[in-house]
């Protein structure tokens, strides 16, 4: 066990920082004689991040302090009245808290000194190349009150090097000088129009959710670049295309298992075997049967694990179709793509080979879902002075998350001989395949002078407003929600067929405030699930909010500091977030 609040990292780290923000002599930009031009450029941070919230209860395991219910409806919906104890939520619970528990209220959970790099470099003959890296510097991380972070956890929060973009690309002309691009690399590529609900069209880049919650974070830095080869071209005055094929997969990037965003002890750099807890088996009080930090009862409780079941790198493509008539001031875009899923499943089995670990022989390893389609249409227009993007998606077999450990028998019952093969074990997956249809529509407004915002706007002593917005509706046309043990993690809720919610961002601009060569810019970003629970509770958890109030200050692009409060509320226990509260500031320099 180590402790929080030693700030000799910190020292340390600032120290670094200073002394590598003052080596400006590191950025270049130049041109050759033939015309290449030549550009190095880096941004440096230093961050921290403090806990507001003690953690809840109500969000813990019982063996480790917790209260949390050991049994739900699902359990009886799915094998008959009086068997709601066939679904503990417990046991989801007690493998989801190390990361709460890890960290007290007032702790430093995070003081990151990081950096981005970037080399770009232009011929005259239209070529391009893009390098792209950032790294971190992360020692408060694994200062723990609890559970030691492993090493592998370490490699992404404490200290880690990301290559983010590297490709070539190249202009050229065809199909009667029609313009075109290929590019063949480590790419971003952006289709769709949504901007803050995840779960549509845009689904070709997985995100690196431990960056999503470090201070410093540029936007950059969120998606992770994928390798593909992309040609964009136009094919007339109207109508051009955009299509992929990628090469190489990769997932979601969660938060290292037992850092402070991190909620899911099975899954994510780190991940750990699972325990059965004392609501399951019936331990004595004094010996309880807990995760690390309290007792284990050997040969009883541990659920050990095997390697991820991982994609083929291939067989990833897409294609776009964008429509942009010359009477209107409008762009329709019609797509169609190839995927493998990037979010993980827990897919559970027995096994008498794991009859020395537990009593009931189980283990687990994560799967992803392979050759999926989706169908999609977007547009984007304006509407006075307000931008419009709207979208549609169709995945006729979408991956939603099953727990096999539910039912007593029957196909999806991992104690149902009948599932098992020759050698004794039954697995089953950790997901089924459903329909599924998402809609988004997102809106853009800059405030005018005149309008009743840009009054509002005056008001405020602001020069300048701009409100974002998105609302999102997804549907599961074909739920059987009495037949198949959906999993809602962590308290096995009853998923809905129609679930939406919306997000806004309002920002405030304040230039050269105090008569200086500083700006402000005050941001409020607001999220709400409104109506019913999503399969998996992505996007949408009912009652589900978030709130952060920001302040950003810059001088122009060099210099920038910035001081964000996130709160999290909402939702019930199935909301795994929410007493995770937490204030950060980050100052960088680009240079």
């Known amino acids: 066990m180590k402790t929080p609040h030693s700030f000799k990292q910190h020292r340390l780290a600032a120290a670094l920082a200073l002394a590598l923000i003052g080596t400006q002599a590191l950025a270049v930009s130049t041109t050759t004689e033939n015309g290449t031009v030549i550009d190095f450029s880096s941004t440096l941070s230093f961050g921290a991040q403090v806990r507001l919230k003690s953690p809840n209860p109500q969000a813990l395991g019982n063996d480790n302090g917790g209260n949390v219910p050991t049994s739900a409806p699902l359990g009886s919906l799915i094998n008959g009245p009086g068997n709601n104890a066939a679904a503990n939520p417990d046991f989801n619970f007690l493998n989801s808290d190390d990361g709460n ?54 490699g992404i929060a404490v200290h880690n090097f990301t290559l983010l973009d590297a490709w070539v690309s190249k202009d050229f002309r065809w199909l009667d000088d029609k313009a075109a691009t290929v590019r063949l690399g480590n790419q971003v590529l952006s289709w769709g129009e949504d901007i803050f609900i995840i779960g549509g069209i845009n689904q070709t880049n997985a995100l690196d959710l431990r960056k999503l919650h470090t201070p410093g974070t540029q936007v950059k830095e969120i998606l992770r670049p994928a390798p593909m080869l992309s040609l964009n071209t136009a094919l007339s005055r109207s109508l051009s295309m955009e299509a992929y094929y990628q090469f190489g997969w990769n997932a979601y990037r969660f938060d290292p298992v037992g850092t402070f965003f991190s909620t899911a002890d099975v899954v994510g750099a780190g991940q750990r075997p699972a325990y059965i807890p004392s609501s399951v088996l019936g331990c004595p009080a004094s010996a309880p049967c807990g995760d690390h930090g309290t007792a284990i009862q050997p040969g009883l409780n541990v659920v050990g694990f095997e390697a991820d079941h991982e994609p083929p790198q291939g067989k990833q493509y897409g294609l776009a179709l964008r429509f942009k008539p010359q009477a209107l001031d409008t762009e329709f875009s019609f797509y169609y793509q190839r995927y493998h899923d990037k979010l993980p499943f827990t897919t559970l089995f027995t096994d008498p080979a794991y009859a020395a670990q537990n009593v009931a022989n189980i283990g687990y390893y994560n799967e992803y879902g392979q050759n999926k389609d989706l169908f999609g249409f ?3 227009t304006k509407a006075g002075p307000i931008a419009l993007g709207g979208e549609l998606s169709y995945r006729p077999k979408d991956s939603v998350a099953i727990d096999g450990s539910v039912p007593l028998s029957g196909r ?19 997901f089924v395949e459903e329909k599924k249809i998402q809609a988004h529509l997102t809106g853009l407004y800059f405030t005018e002078v005149n309008s009743p915002m840009g009054a509002l706007v005056k008001a405020l002593g602001a020069a300048e407003g701009t409100v974002l917005a998105e609302v999102a509706v997804t549907h599961y046309p074909n739920l059987k929600t009495s037949e198949i043990p959906y999993l809602v993690f962590p308290t096995y809720a009853s998923p809905d067929k129609t679930s939406w919610g919306y997000a806004m ?3 405030l601009s304040y230039p050269h405030i105090w008569g200086s060569d500083w700006n402000l810019t005050q941001s409020t970003v607001f999220t709400h699930d409104v109506k019913g629970v999503s399969p998996n509770t992505l996007p949408f958890l009912e009652g589900r909010k978030s709130l952060f109030l920001g302040l950003l200050f810059d001088k122009g692009s060099e210099w920038k500091w910035q001081l964000g409060y996130t709160a999290f509320f909402g939702g019930g226990q199935a909301n795994l977030l929410r007493d995770r509260d937490n204030i950060a500031t ?5 240079f």
């Open 101 to 154: 528990l890890n960290y007290r209220r007032g702790d430093i959970v995070s003081a990151p000194l990081k950096g981005t790099h970037e080399l770009g470099v232009k011929t005259t003959d239209g070529w391009r190349v893009l390098l792209r890296g950032s790294w971190v510097l992360d020692p408060q991380a694994a200062q723990t009150r609890r559970t030691e972070l492993s090493s592998e956890a370490k």
């Open 378 to 380: 977007s547009f984007n």
């Open 505 to 507: 961002e309002f920002d």
């Open 412 to 430: 999806y019952s991992i104690f149902d001989p009948a599932n098992a093969d020759a050698k004794g074990r039954a697995t089953v997956r950790g």
């Open 586 to 590: 980050s100052l960088s320099f680009n």
